[in-house]
Each structure stands twice: as C-alpha cells, then as structure tokens.
C-alpha cells in the first residue's frame, strides 16, 4: 500500500512532549495488506523520524487484526538525561593519613600508624569544586533535539579556620593544623592538642577545639571532649570521649561497661569489650566486638582476621558485617539493621527549623516591602534605611539556610529509603542464640550457619549465600 491508502486506514498520534507516537486503526477492511518498508515510510511522511519500534511495525504487518482495536506505541524518543554531579576533590594529601589501621597477616594492628597527622599550612590548597557536566542531548520522534540536563553543583559546607577564594570553587586553610570533616560534611582546619603519655590524674580532662591526639592510654573514669578528630594511640578504658569528627583507637576499647565513645564521624578501633560506642557514620573494628553497646547510624564493620561478634547489642543503619556472630555457647547476641534513629530524629528538627525559618522570613519580607514603599517616595531615614540593609542581609541568609536545610532532608529522606536493602553479612559462621532484626522483622538463629547474609525480602528476613 502506499501513503495515500494507509492514510484512510491509519492515525498518527503523538503524545504533547513528542516522546511517544502511536498509531491507531481508523477502519479495518479484508483488503488491509502492508509491508514494515511500507509502513515506516508512512510514518516517516508523518514526521515520525526517530526511535521507531522496527519490530513492532513488522507484528503489526504479520498480524494488524491484533492491532486494530488499540493504540500501538510505534516510536520512543529519548529524554535528556542528567550530566553528572557537580563534587568536591580534596587536593591535599589524604594519602598521609587514611585512618585505616594496618594490619600484618595474623590481624595484628601497627600501634605506629596514627603518628603520622594529616597537617596543613596557612594558606594550603584543601578542596575544589568540580563543576557538574551536562548530560546527553535528548531527541523526540519528530527528530528535534532536547537541551541537555546539566547536574547538581556541588557547594563547599564551610567549616572552622577555612576560606574561599572569591569565586567560590576553592578552599583553603586559614591555620596550621589539622583537617577534619565533622557533622554534616563541614571541612574544617582544627588546631592540634597533643598529648605524650597518658590521660591520667597528672593531665585531667580535656575539652579542646580542635584535635586531640593521645600518644597513650586514656584511663577510667577521665573525659576528652573535641570539636575535630580524637586519636589514640593507646587503649581506652571507661572513659567519655566525644568528638565532632571520628575517632580512632589503634588499642581498643576495654571499658567494663562504664564511659563511652560518641562520634559524629566514624569510630575506629581494634576492638571493643564491655564498651559504649555511638557513631554517626561507621564503626570499623579489626578484631572483636565483645558484650559492647554499639550503634552506628551506617555500618559496623567487623571483617578482619578474627572478626568475632559475641554478646551484646549492636545496631546499624545500614549493613552489619562480621567473620562469627555469637558463639558455640549460644551467648545471647541481638544484631538489629535498618533503623537509624538519629537520622530520624535530625528530619523532625529541619522540618522545625525549615517551618520557623519561613516564619521569619515572611515577617521579613513584610517589612522590606513598607520600607521599599518609603524608600520609593524619599521618606527613609537614615536608620531605617540601615534596617532595610539589615534585613536585606538577614533575607539571603535565611535563603541559603533553607536551601542547605531542604538538601540535607533529601538527603536523609533517601538514606531512610534504602534501609530495605539493610543486611547482616556473616563470611564465617553465626551461631545459635542470635537474634537479628532488620527494620520491623526479627529471626532467631537456632542452628549455627557458614556462610550466610540475612536480607529483607517479601515481608519476611531471607537467608541467603553470603556473596563478597
């Protein structure tokens, strides 16, 4: 058939965004007969130039009685996808400090490691933007080009003792010290309080802003408070620590159920006994974790040589990984995933805050627009012309506020989503006794088991092979 006879039998439709065209059967006679070549030269006198569907013009062909009484997607153009993300290189060398502990074969930690201090100068190259890119062009069924999408700019999340160059794509040290990220992705430059021996009776407590760094043991019952990193080199006994950034203990933690360790960052350790240790991000631990409180709002990470998880109560937002969980005594070990209450807890307090900032800014607003209207007919004074530059101040940066507010709630909104793909990875064996919980669901091991990763899956906790 030509065009011209197809055009009594066929109508050509497309959807208003010219993504999508479809075709659809006007009338249906016994005399209907056409090739895919015919039918695609058809839909290209139609403008239908791009994406066509080639093999669902030929069923159409073999069997159009099948066809006749629907509309048929024929053509699919392409949207515009998003070019990547804008992101933040740091420049200076991480490479001096991973905060890994380093092992030998056997598990062993080299207590040697955290000399070593990831120090900046004055005026030092920390990070720079790297500008987002745009995606691929998109294309409609009529063949015109859709404008690319461009990514998310990422933006500096300014902290202590650092400037911007005045373009805002660099950051760099104002102090000598040290770099630190705390709560919310600041990066910060911290001075250094250095301590070479122990923290006992003969140094007290210590509450310093910036990093604490211990080349010993901190004793029971003393407390080190910081606003960047805490590092021990030694061991922690029931002791308060409480830092704004990570922490890492190269010793470990042997607490006897008294103190605790509380991290906004991770908390990196050796091992844990009879310890209280909260962190907002990881908790990474090279050998054991033994009837300890342990709550991290992503992951706790007990993987290496010996990687024992015995006792206790550990909860993680995210995943729980570990060589043994319990014991061949059957020694009660509660393992829960996919909960993070904490993040839970900071989406209440930025939709408060979001709520009242739009309060404020409203009264705002309406007092710019009275003295815009005075400024208007020359009757502003000078002091009420200085309100109006205070409160033009005050309206960009409650602006901004809302916008670092309303992305860190997306953020949070989409980490909370993930929690169904929460799981507890054991490489080893878990042993009877064990109690795993992953968001509302709980099951009880009764039998040991080699090998096994726990996952959500359909209602219910699934016991799956346990795949690296």
Known sequence: MDNFQLDSYLRVQTSPDKLSAFITFARMTEDFACTPEELGRFLRSKGIVHGLHTEVLEQICLNPLAYCKEQTLIAQGQSPKPGRNGSISFVYDKNADTGALAQDEHGKVDLKQVTKLNNV??????????????????????????????????????????????????????????????????????????????????????????????????????????????????????????????????????AGGKGSVKAAGDVRCSFIQEGNVIASGNIVVSQSIMHANVKAGGSVICSGAKGLIVGGVIQAGTSVQARMIGNSMSTATFVEVGVNPELRDELQELRQSIKNTYDSLDKTEKALIILNTMAASGQLTPDRLAMRVKLNATKRQANVELGEAKERMLDIEKMLEDTGRSKVDVSG???????????????????????????????????????P
């Open 121 to 254: 100068n004055r005026g030092q190259l920390l990070a720079e933007l790297l500008t987002p890119t745009a995606g691929p062009v998109g294309h409609t069924v009529t063949g015109e080009e859709l404008e690319p999408v461009m990514g998310k700019p990422a933006h500096f999340k300014i902290g202590k003792n650092v400037v911007m160059n005045g373009e805002g794509t660099a950051l760099y040290a104002a102090i000598d010290g040290l770099v630190a990220i705390t709560e919310k992705g600041k990066i910060n430059v911290f001075p250094v309080y250095e301590v070479n021996g122990d923290v006992d009776y003969s140094v007290g407590n210590i509450d310093f802003v910036g990093t604490v760094v211990i080349r010993g043991n901190v004793l029971s019952g003393f407390k080190i408070h910081a606003t960047g990193d805490i590092r021990v080199v030694g061991g922690v006994e029931g002791a308060e620590l409480a830092s704004n950034g990570s922490i890492e203990i190269t010793g470990g933690i042997m």
């Open 429 to 467: 064996t878990v042993y009877g006794g064990t109690k795993i919980v992953i968001g509302r669901y709980t099951k009880f091991v009764k039998d040991a088991t080699q090998r096994v990763s726990f996952q959500y899956m359909e209602g219910d906790i699934a016991i799956v092979p346990y795949s």
